[in-house]
């Protein structure tokens, strides 16, 4: 049974309760690029499931979905109430080939957008915090909020890669 929009927002904002959002976003790359380490093409490249990712798409999902954040946050910023467009991670992942991408540009072009991402954010006042878009499938999203849903979403992430690595 597939979540709902507000059950998958509860669920991946548990995973980040009680920590510091921007310190978690800024650990994140790095602590992908630990846990692909030394690890064999078999072992990146093995899905836990028929139906899950390999550490390899995981790494690609996760670089495509900060290209998919540095866009929102800069429209959420400029414009106060934008519409945001969801997007079809499933489909993102057959068209662009996840499970042949080189995880080492997939660390690479995570981690410098997500510095870039952190900057900007660092930069601008509070205040922009407040700002929102309108998420297509899940209503009204704060910049504050997103925050703490893509620390969240990168933690369920990094811990699906360390039990796959685990099996």
């Not at 499933?90 to 997500?114: C, K, M, Q, T």
């Amino acid at each position: 049974m597939q979540e709902t929009p507000q059950q998958y927002t509860k669920r991946i904002l548990s995973y980040s309760e009680g920590g510091d959002a921007m310190q978690l976003l800024e650990s994140a790359p790095q602590k992908l690029a630990s846990l692909l380490a030394g690890k064999t093409n078999d072992q990146i490249s093995r899905r836990p499931a028929p139906d899950k990712w390999s550490p390899r798409e995981i790494a690609a999902h996760l670089s495509d979905t900060e290209i998919a954040l540095s866009w929102r946050i800069r429209q959420i910023l400029g414009t106060n109430g934008i519409a945001v467009q969801a997007f079809d991670q499933d489909a993102w992942a057959n068209a662009f080939d996840y499970g042949h991408r080189d995880p080492s540009a997939s660390i690479e072009l995570y981690r410098v957008l997500r510095a870039a991402n952190v900057a900007l954010l660092k930069s601008v006042p509070k205040k922009l915090w407040d700002n929102y878009g309108v998420h297509q499938e899940r209503g009204n999203e704060s910049i504050a909020h997103m925050t703490r849903l893509m620390a969240g979403h990168d933690l369920n992430h990094l811990r699906q890669i360390e039990t796959a690595l685990a099996d």
